[in-house]
């Protein structure tokens, strides 16, 4: 076996079941090469998606003042840093900075759920009971899967338009509630959001062990931010769909 | 006070063997004795029978050694929280019940026979790092080096660690991340540790990532471990890791050197 005195060293030894890693070239890649290493990226473009989703659904919270308000705020978005940035730059900077952080995100994820299978590729065959590990923990992956494929309708939905039968480009209010007055998208939209919920209510508490922040004062304000977060993202989404169907909006 | 239990024993010949549960029945055996002693009365019975007995593995029965994990009704350790397999007794369980037992599952810890696995994962990622290499000589006079209390605290806390597997059988990924941060955190918090701190962690989580799974937080290790351990080690573990990517001069130095190689 190893007969080394020093912490720190390889140790390129062959043993049954070990995955030995390669050597290291650019540094990033090879912290993005460990797990520990891909879950504090996880937790950064986590973060960055928490951050998103929260301004989108306080900009979508502008379809109670009004159609005019709801558009301009569309029109805005194009425009920020307008004159200095072109038109749409800011925008197109945000959408990179987003499409990047869910693509490493999903990669990490995927790479990770790969590891985990090798790590026991024979499960327990008995019952098994678990006793911390909550659903919405467990079923962060599957959670992840129906979200992706829900942003995709999405898209086709309220960006691109071919899932809307009355689309207007430009005109986010109209486009809006055409489509959530269809009784089976508002249910998508429900659903969807209630996934996010329980998405968000693990990944928003697990980012802060993922990045080691942890310290006894505000051990259990991570819980309770995670749960707000949470809740108040879900609910001020779920409101919109509701408000269409019932007629509230339209 | 007596009671009749249903044991479902997981049974495998050897690492190869496809392996099955049977079925035993222990009747009117004392709810005062520990599961160990329970295995050990069904296995009298076997010996009577002439059938080969369980496998299982045991050393002190006092909840020290760490020999001992099952999994016992889908829970390592059993359902008592802080509780070692030898320290938990039949008063737990009720008359009737059905137990189902089967040996820790995880790639890195291979079945050796039936309730029995192979640890040794847990001992390389220890040599990965988990010592101070200085030679320490006899033991110093007692407040030569000197340690504040919490820290001393929290450093047994981390220490109290009994290298048992029972973190890796609950987690869901078949991680190694509680056992892994306790081993960095107790020395990572006396002043002997500091020297290799970041050289360690960085040894350690590449040894452990060798042969198990990735944290993904489920927090399902810190209800399974006998020893309570915390998952603040875990997000300690994660910080220092963070660090050393920073910190760990030997990582450094290394990079410094591929560099002028080119
Ligand atoms: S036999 Fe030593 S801990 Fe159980």
């Keep these: 076996m190893v007969s080394r005195t020093t912490p720190g060293g390889g140790g390129a030894v062959a043993v049954p079941g070990a995955h030995p890693r390669q050597r290291p070239r650019l540094w990033l890649l090879d912290f993005y ?11 950064i473009t986590g973060i960055v998606g928490l951050g998103f989703v929260l301004v989108h659904m306080l900009g979508n919270l502008k379809i109670y003042t ?43 994820a995927w790479s990770l759920t790969q590891m985990n299978r090798r790590a026991r590729p024979t499960g327990y065959q008995g019952p098994r009971r678990f006793v911390a590990a909550d659903y919405a923990s467990r079923t962060m992956r599957w959670t992840g899967v129906l979200l992706a494929l829900f942003i995709v309708f999405h898209l086709f939905d309220l960006t691109w338009g071919p899932a809307n039968p009355n689309f207007t480009r430009g005109e986010p209010y109209h486009n809006l ?18 996934l996010l919920g329980l998405h968000l209510y693990h990944g928003a508490w697990s980012l802060f062990q993922s990045l080691g922040w942890n310290n006894p004062r505000f051990n259990l304000w991570r819980r309770y931010f995670a749960i707000a977060f949470a809740a108040v993202v879900v609910a001020g989404n779920l409101s919109i769909p509701i408000a269409i169907v019932s007629g509230a909006v339209d | 006070m007596t009671l009749n239990l249903t044991l479902k024993v997981w049974r495998q010949d050897g690492p190869r063997d496809a392996g099955r549960f049977e ?23 076997l010996v009577a029978q002439n059938r080969e007995p369980i496998a299982f593995d045991h050393d002190c029965r006092e909840g020290i050694c760490g020999m001992c994990g099952v999994m016992i009704n889908g829970q390592p350790h059993g359902p008592l929280r802080g509780t070692t397999t030898c320290q938990l007794h ?7 019940d059905t137990v189902v037992v089967e040996p820790w599952r995880a790639a890195a810890f291979p079945i050796i026979r039936d309730l029995v696995v192979n640890r040794t994962a847990f001992d390389r990622i220890v040599m990965a790092g988990g010592y101070v290499t200085a030679p320490t000589g006899a033991a110093q006079d007692a407040n030569n080096i000197p340690v504040p209390k919490a820290n001393a605290d929290l450093a047994m806390d981390a220490a109290a660690c009994i290298g048992c597997g029972a973190c890796v059988a609950a987690c869901p990924n078949g991680a190694a991340q509680l056992f892994t941060s306790a081993k960095v955190a107790h020395l990572g918090l006396l002043p002997q540790g500091q020297p290799e701190r970041w050289s360690r962690v960085n040894a350690m989580v590449q040894r452990m990532e060798e042969h198990f799974g990735s944290c993904t937080n489920h927090r399902e290790c810190e209800a399974a471990c006998p020893k309570e351990i915390s998952i603040d080690f875990i997000a300690r573990l994660n910080r220092d890791y963070l660090k050393a990517q920073f910190k760990d001069r030997r990582q450094l130095l290394r990079a410094t050197d591929v560099a002028s190689e080119e």
């Design chain 2, 23 to 45: 079925t035993y029945e222990a009747n009117a055996v004392s709810e005062d004795i520990s599961f160990l002693e329970l295995l050990d009365v069904v296995n009298e019975d």
């Design chain 1, 33 to 43: 090469g460990t797990a520990v290493g891909k879950k504090a990226v996880m937790a």
């Design chain 2, 90 to 96: 039949l008063r737990h369980f009720k008359d009737g």
């Design chain 1, 177 to 194: 509630v055409e489509s959530l007055s269809r009784g089976w998208v508002a249910a998508i939209y429900i659903v969807a959001n209630l």
């Design chain 1, 66 to 108: 009004g159609e005019q308000h709801l558009n301009d705020y569309g029109e805005y978005l194009r425009e920020i840093g307008s004159p200095i940035i072109p038109e749409t730059g800011t925008l197109w900077l945000l959408r990179a900075i987003l499409i990047v952080a869910v693509l490493i995100h999903v990669h990490a």
